[in-house]
């Protein structure tokens, strides 16, 4: 069961997109579609899906992500927490959120360079399922995509490279529901992470580490039938414009 409806989301905004390919990007939540940065999109699917608040890890080029949510009129809603260490793996921007993790309420996290169908939102906050994750049955190819695996319909593993036996895998879209309890277990998996030096990883490994301990506590919603891309290469911004934008519009 839900402890209670998220009414508040985390943002990781704070990392370089070195594999974008060119110097001096603007930070990817800044991309713009259609007249609008992934930013504004993410805080648009949260306000229609009833979330009140958000918390944005920044770090890179931190003052154009700040400017955008002023100019939106998000200001008294969005908090910011700065990650000094944001050329590192992106489980430390998580890190930086443990006081909210800790907060005591279901949340919602977010990866910021997701373009996708808002619908989206609203699945992740209605769902039924103490913690979810969102999976996406047509995967790409190959080692990127962080792939959630099912075996007789439980998650048994969560990796890019999956160790354990499985039915079938989807690919994550990097949002997730966790409840109260589970959002301040993943604070403690990221402290220990960080504490053992650990700081290159991803935050998916720790989120992992949570599903194998506990994998009754987890499961998918299938978004199948909603567009969204992830923005990591080059090639990805245009697809994104050429592909889902359209999709979405």
């Not at 959630?148 to 998650?155: A, N, V, Y």
């Not at 990796?159 to 309890?181: C, L």
């Not at 299938?222 to 891309?229: A, E, G, K």
Request: proline share 4%; glycine share 8%; charged share 30%.
């Amino acid at each position: 069961m839900q402890d209670q409806q998220a009414t508040f989301a985390i943002i990781l905004a704070a990392g370089v997109g070195r594999r974008l390919g060119r110097d001096g990007h603007p930070p990817k939540v800044m991309l713009e579609f259609g007249g609008r940065t992934l930013l504004k999109r993410h805080l648009d699917a949260l306000e229609a899906a009833g979330i009140r608040e958000a918390s944005i890890t920044v770090g890179y080029q931190r003052e154009m992500i700040e400017e955008e949510v002023k100019r939106h009129g998000w200001h008294d809603r969005v908090s910011f927490v700065h990650n000094p260490r944001y050329r590192e793996g992106s489980l430390v921007s998580l890190y930086a959120q443990s006081a909210r993790l800790r907060a005591g309420h279901s949340l919602l996290l977010l990866d910021g360079d997701v373009l996708y169908d808002p619908r989206m939102i609203d699945r992740l906050v209605r769902a039924p399922g103490e913690n979810l994750l969102l999976a996406d049955r047509e995967i790409e190819p190959g080692d990127e995509p962080v792939k959630i695996c099912f075996q007789d319909g439980r998650i048994v593993d969560f990796r890019k490279q999956p160790e354990r036996a499985h039915d079938w895998h989807g690919e994550s879209v990097g949002f997730f529901r966790f409840s109260a309890a589970m959002a301040a277990a993943l604070a403690d998996r990221c402290a220990d992470y960080v504490a053992r030096g650990q700081t290159g990883l991803e935050y998916e490994e720790a989120i992992r580490d949570l599903i194998l301990a506990q994998p009754d506590r987890f499961s998918a919603q299938d978004i199948s039938d909603l567009p969204w891309i992830e923005v990591d290469f080059a090639a990805d911004v245009l697809r994104a414009r050429e592909h889902v934008l359209p999709q979405l519009q």
